[in-house]
């Protein structure tokens, strides 16, 4: 595996690193960013937060404005955020926000022509963890978070692979992607029409059934303009019930769904990962 | 005077929010940000720290990503990040990102076709004050930051109206324009060849022949790019020694020009301008 390093920032006593590489499962060159905070050595080895981005995103929005540097310096805590799809000109794209590049979804497509490369899930879950555990000094505590269609990513990644994660947080996620035009749009292209192909990729389905819990906390801004028609927190919240999973989901008056809402709650993310990982 | 919302977000209990104006002073519209602390009401107003970005940027650079909210919303500062220029097709302009649009430099342009527009210096220093002051609750009590381009527009403007003033910070400031391409560039354009009219801008000119003391603290990156070029730390520092002004300059290893740094250090910044102003 080769890996070039784009950029280097000093931050908070730690780096901010962006690197690219060609990953195998998407078939194309793929850029990340890592914060490594000041207690990163080869002796002492730190845990990781995966950070999924939302539609349009790319790895830069959480690292230059959720304000996550600062507790994660402070507590030891790495941060990996991955770019929200596959890229290229030789990769499948649509004209829509919500569909194609920068909207990756987290599954493993299967349709043509997009199953070449829209391979998130195993991106995810498989290549980007290996990648980062044999490059850098870090150990393999991880837990994942993510926004809108990165926390439906945390979310589905988690409740699938428990024994990989030690905790899992969203902010304002797309609780229930079968049931909300995002997810149909996406769901139907990337998987096809068969419904049922759909349920492995939906939080609140894989929550209804889980028998093994990956703690969980979930944060919905009240003003967010795609929380009725898009988010659906309800449906999450009673899937919780139906399968006793502890659940932890917050409401917030006033808040939107930008990453003004994302910075004010981050460090409450960060601690509650913190307690899992350290 | 006519002000237009354009954007709200909660934030740290408070509020980010964009607004547009009539700017009298520059002869166009002009937009730009505050942040409103949750203390803030018509019976408790808040004082404002003034924020002055730099070359290319906008009211939004430092709103979304130095993390100044978190502290600010604690210690109850309202924030308020002007434009970095004039703005729109009407409006003198360059191919290069040093001059014209997002390139202002915080002076009274005194060369056409610039003059018409190019007021920074009196659009910060006096209409926008006012508006601000006539339009949220806020007190009079008003410190003054910035970054690069910005840092030299805190320091200088600071400098020049000590009264108004309660302190003032500045991270990587152009300390010395009459001695670097960037200055030198901007302050021929803007203000004419005639190098006695450039002294008025300059901080380190000001800072040697200063009687009277805003409190300064100014941070400065070592892997900062345009540190030996075009932000010369050192000539501040001289210049303080000469009038005894009591500048406290602090260098930092291994950080750069980025909001990261920004970021890093801003918590520091916000508590020093509280104790001037609460």
Same mark, same amino acid.
């Given at each position: ?18 690197? $690219?590489? /060609? &990953? ?8 990340? @960013?890592?914060?490594? +905070?000041? %207690? ?104 994942? $978070?993510? /926004? &809108? ?8 990644? @988690?409740?699938?692979? +428990?024994? %990989? ?114």
């Amino acid at each position: 595996m080769t890996i070039e390093n784009l950029s280097i920032n000093k931050s908070f006593g730690g780096w901010h690193k962006q690197y $690219s590489h /060609h &990953s195998k499962t998407l078939n194309c060159t793929m850029r990340f @960013a890592i914060y490594i +905070p000041p %207690q990163a050595s080869n002796e002492h080895k730190v845990p990781v937060l995966y950070w999924l981005s939302g539609l349009t995103c790319t790895d830069e929005n959480f690292m230059q404005k959720a304000g996550a540097q600062r507790l994660a310096a402070e507590l030891g805590i790495a941060i990996v955020a991955p770019d929200t799809s596959p890229r290229g000109e030789d990769v499948a794209n649509d004209e829509g926000y919500d569909l194609g590049q920068g909207a990756g979804f987290y599954v493993n497509a299967t349709q043509a022509p997009w199953k070449q490369h829209y391979q998130m899930y195993d991106y995810v879950v498989k290549e980007l963890p290996s990648l980062i555990e044999a490059t850098f000094p870090v150990s393999d505590k991880r837990s994942i $978070s993510g /926004h &809108s269609m990165g926390g439906h990513g945390a979310l589905t990644i @988690a409740m699938q692979n +428990p024994e %990989q994660y030690r905790s899992v947080s969203a902010f304002s996620p797309i609780c229930n992607p079968i049931n909300c035009s995002w997810g149909q749009k996406a769901f139907t292209t990337y998987l096809g029409k068969d419904k049922s192909n759909w349920l492995q990729y939906d939080a609140s389905e894989l929550m209804k059934k889980a028998t093994v819990y990956v703690p969980a906390k979930v944060d919905q801004g009240q003003d967010d303009s795609f929380l009725v028609e898009q988010l659906k927190p309800e449906i999450l919240n009673a899937a919780a019930k139906v399968s006793n999973y502890p659940l932890v989901l917050n409401l917030h008056e006033g808040y939107d769904h930008s990453y003004y809402f994302i910075a004010s709650f981050i460090d409450e993310h960060i601690r509650f990962h913190a307690q899992h990982l350290t």
